[in-house]
């Protein structure tokens, strides 16, 4: 791997990990049409995803300093963060059986670029339903443990590649009836928990990379915080407005073209 393949690699992973167009799915395409690249391995996509866990931090640092000191504070706002803390730990449980148990399974279809390119078809066809079908009104105040088990169930599904996380997430809570800024909020600060449960367990392939290519998979995880940022800035404006269409047609032109290519 080269280091314009991993600054390329990291720039995709931050733009895609937040728009809801599945970053698993376009590295596994990206890694399967790059020139002479050579596969680095699950922890280099694991660090790339580490660096829009930062991302997420720093966007929601605020919420999340809220959420992380509720059980030490009695103002009015402590009793509705220390739900949303519980609701997070319990929407954790879900991905994280799916996660360990069929994680594997999952990291075998990353070189099947026609079943990531129909994972893309699926994940355009959920951000269309959830816009054509969301009922919008429901804030945090109002999510509950059934919200969260399902989004954690959701979550946990989402590591087959071209499944979008984030689009599947928000797609859920959308079709529950959850606010679109609320239901945005709680997909990210979810993917927390699995981003720093999935960096615990690839540490261990820290070994078996060469010395000379640590400063490769620090360029990339660095170029997919910058990115990161950005798009998370720009899913919440698309939010607002209610345009999920675009990324719905923008899946299924991906998928199917991918799927024709490599069939």
């Not at 949303?84 to 075998?108: C, H, Q, W, Y």
């Not at 499944?163 to 928000?170: E, P, Q």
Request: glycine share 10%.
């Amino acid at each position: 791997m080269t280091l314009l393949q991993s600054i390329l690699l990291g720039a995709l992973q931050g733009l895609t990990e937040f728009l809801p167009v599945s970053s698993s799915g376009h590295l596994a395409i990206a890694q399967y049409f790059l020139p002479g690249f050579k596969q680095p391995g699950v922890f280099f996509d694991v660090l790339l995803h580490v660096g829009t866990f930062g991302a997420v931090v720093l966007y929601f640092r605020r919420e999340l300093v809220e959420i992380l000191t509720s059980p030490f504070r009695r103002d009015e706002a402590a009793p509705l963060h220390r739900r949303l803390l519980l609701l997070l730990l319990a929407g954790s449980i879900p991905t994280a059986v799916i996660g360990l148990t069929f994680r594997d399974f999952f990291e075998g279809l990353f070189h099947n670029i026609p079943a990531v390119s129909l994972m893309l078809l699926v994940t355009g066809t959920l951000l269309f339903v959830s816009e054509r079908f969301r009922i919008t009104g429901r804030k945090e105040d109002s999510l509950t443990w059934g919200d969260a088990l399902v989004v954690g169930t959701v979550q946990g599904m989402a590591i087959v590649p071209g499944i979008s996380r984030s689009g599947s997430t928000i797609a859920a809570l959308l079709l529950k009836g959850v606010n679109g800024e609320t239901a945005a909020r709680f997909s990210f600060l979810l993917a927390l928990p699995a981003v720093f449960g999935a960096a615990i367990l690839s540490a261990r392939d820290l070994n078996g990379i060469p010395t000379s290519e640590f400063p490769l998979y620090l360029a990339g995880m660095g170029v997919a915080f910058i990115t990161g940022l950005l798009s998370i800035h720009l899913l919440m404006g698309v939010i607002r407005k209610r345009r999920l269409f675009g990324f719905a047609i923008y899946c299924w032109l991906a998928g199917g073209v991918f799927f024709a290519i490599t069939i």
